[in-house]
């Protein structure tokens, strides 16, 4: 292959960022005593790519994202663990240099299920993966009534985890996420997390805290273990901002379904627009027009890597 249009630099591998598994860019991020992570809901490549744009340093999967985009479904434990799998790699993909954290439901079966999904992530250098409690067919976890599985069956799949993650010689921050408040009540839910973590999960993810008090009580009862708190739109748990969190002890918030809910307003407003009088009245700003999109994507870095490479795909520009 000629390299003609490359600079000597780039020929010679100079100014390359050396690549570093996404697991343990998450893991120092955690071992902060001043940091916390805050990462928005994301559920796609267009998406993902706003929230880098933006600037975050982290990214969530959210399941239910995913399974409405990917396959028009509620989170009801429909959607499959290779669909999830190709959505969280394909978006850890866009930028290594940025963690994502992906949902990955009960771990989609048995302990060799849950082994499976584990070792699936890892290749797809996600960061991190939260699995659950919850019946193999799940709900959403500010969904009610719940069916949960032994603490025993709970910390197979855990351990099924940690075995993968073990045997694959590669890292990855497992997440042990507990959904037995509402239905077995708060000193069981602390214990099934205290369990996981002797189990080989690396974050405690207690879902469905329903105040500020039971929050604060839910990171002292588990203290040395790192927190998750996950903040739902419409959800039981109170919003929380990112700073109150931090004072609290958690290590990582997550706004779940962040863009969904924003995506399910603006595009409902727009095409409510659309139907009742024929026409989007444009943004003042003229924002959102078909070049930002581009411009989010990165068509002009993929111009630019084109012509490095010789190519003449935007030659004259766009």
Not at 41 to 51: M, S
Not at 77 to 86: C, D, F, H, K, S
Not at 244 to 249: F, L, P, S, T, W
Request: charged share 25%.
């Amino acid at each position: 292959m000629s390299t003609g249009n490359l600079s000597a630099a780039q020929r010679n591998g100079e100014g390359k960022r050396p690549f570093r598994q996404a697991a343990t860019i998450l893991r120092e991020m955690l071992n902060d005593p001043e940091k916390i992570v805050v990462c928005p809901g994301v559920y796609d490549g267009f998406t993902a790519r706003i929230a880098l744009d933006i600037g975050f340093d982290a990214l969530y999967m959210t399941g239910a994202g995913t399974a409405a985009s990917r396959i028009g479904a509620p989170d009801l434990g429909i959607i499959n663990m290779t669909e999830m799998a190709a959505n969280a790699s394909m978006i850890a993909g866009l930028d290594w240099s940025v963690p994502v954290i992906a949902d990955a439901d009960t771990g989609f079966g048995s302990s060799l299920s849950a082994a499976r999904t584990a070792k699936t992530y890892i290749e797809g250098n996600v960061a991190a993966l939260h699995i659950e409690d919850q019946a193999f067919i799940k709900r959403c976890g500010h969904l009610r009534n719940k069916e949960l599985v032994p603490l025993d069956t709970y910390l197979t799949r855990i351990r099924a985890a940690s075995m993968a993650r073990e045997a694959s010689g590669r890292d990855l921050v497992i997440i042990a996420r507990t959904d037995s408040l509402q239905s077995l009540g708060f000193d069981e839910a602390i214990r099934r997390l205290k369990a996981a973590h002797e189990a080989g999960a690396d974050v405690a993810f207690f879902e469905g805290l329903v105040s500020k008090e039971q929050a604060r009580e839910a990171v002292k009862a588990l203290a040395p273990i790192p927190c998750l708190l996950n903040i739902v739109h419409g959800g039981v748990t109170p919003v929380i901002s990112a700073k109150e969190a931090k004072e609290m002890g958690f290590k990582i918030i997550i706004w779940s379904i962040l863009s969904l809910a924003e995506v399910y307003n603006s595009t409902r407003r727009a095409m409510k627009e659309l139907r009742d009088t024929g026409l989007v009245t444009e943004r003042e700003d003229k924002a959102g027009g078909i070049y930002d999109v581009f411009s989010v994507v990165g068509i002009n870095q993929f111009a630019e890597f084109d012509a490095a490479a010789g190519g003449v795909t935007l030659k004259g520009g766009f």
